[in-house]
């Protein structure tokens, strides 16, 4: 399949439940000091949604590029230096309070100067964090916090709702739904996005969605197919030789394409083939 195949099926998913998000975000961004993006660490621009940018455009931002773990650790060294305020996160280390606190303290320390020079002695600062659907964030709330107060799942869509949640006496947050975009223009970018599960699967052509993603990962990470699927690599068939390599066939012994491309895709979502990022800084 060539590029030009790939992009012939628009992808685009924008539920009621975001609309109504985003007009939330937009009252309550008047009560933050700073937002708080999320973006998927092997995806950094892909995961960039121009609503919240266009939103926020007023406020400070900290970029944190979760997933970090599940990313090439070369890349996301490029990516960090990339962006002006960021950080790397894989959501779960024990680390991650202190270092997004002091980050953003250092990003409004001229907000809290002013506050002190008032008489204010302690300032709790108030942050807004947004991102695309199944990019984290309740994973990475909830491990700040050290608790379990936002539900968090592998798929996009859990979250529906806004609400405040306490840090300590620095640092409050506010937890927004995952939001995407009415009309995704770059369809490159919507299959990524869709590829590691910011999409409901329900809506996509999950086998031309896979073949696109073993063609982009047989060109930036050359052997990356061969070493988990021991196939050869080369020529436009790879989903079936996998499928027999694997041995996922049907009663009649021919390649079962719908149960290869659900491996497949669980594989790139769960890191068994590497640690991949799929653009480059």
């Not at 009621?16 to 000091?33: C, F, I, P, S, Y």
């Not at 405040?164 to 927004?176: A, F």
């Not at 009415?182 to 490159?188: D, G, L, T, V």
């Not at 047989?218 to 079936?240: F, M, S, T, W």
């Amino acid at each position: 399949m060539t590029d030009k195949q790939a992009n012939n099926v628009a992808i685009n998913w924008y539920p009621g439940h975001m609309a109504k998000a985003r007009r939330q975000m937009e009252e309550q961004l008047k009560l933050v000091d700073i937002v708080i993006e999320l973006r998927d660490a092997r995806i950094p621009e892909a995961s960039a949604n121009p609503i919240l940018a266009e939103l926020s455009k007023n406020k400070r931002v900290l970029i944190i590029l979760n997933k970090a773990d599940l990313a090439d650790p070369e890349k996301n060294k490029q990516w960090k230096q990339h962006f002006e305020n960021c950080l790397i996160s894989d959501s779960i280390s024990d680390n991650l309070t202190k270092n997004v606190v002091n980050e953003v303290k250092r990003i409004l320390s001229d907000k809290l100067e002013k506050a002190k020079a008032r008489g204010i002695r302690k300032k709790t600062l108030r942050a807004m964090v947004v991102g695309i659907p199944n990019v984290g964030k309740s994973t990475f709330i909830n491990n700040i916090v050290k608790k379990k107060v936002a539900k968090a799942e592998n798929r996009p869509g859990v979250t529906k709702s806004l609400q405040w949640i306490r840090i300590n006496e620095d640092v409050e947050l506010l937890d927004t739904p995952g939001v995407l975009w009415p009309k995704i223009e770059n369809q490159s970018d919507a299959r990524l996005l869709a590829l590691l599960g910011s999409i409901n699967d329900d809506i996509l052509d999950k086998q031309e969605l896979v073949s696109f993603g073993l063609h982009l990962l047989k060109d930036k990470y050359p052997g990356l197919i061969h070493e988990r699927y021991a196939v050869d690599e080369n020529g436009d068939d790879l989903i079936q030789k996998i499928g027999k390599a694997r041995l996922c066939l049907s009663s009649d012994g021919e390649v079962d394409m719908a149960k290869t491309v659900d491996a497949i895709l669980k594989d790139i979502r769960s890191n068994k083939i590497g640690r991949i990022t799929w653009q480059d800084a």
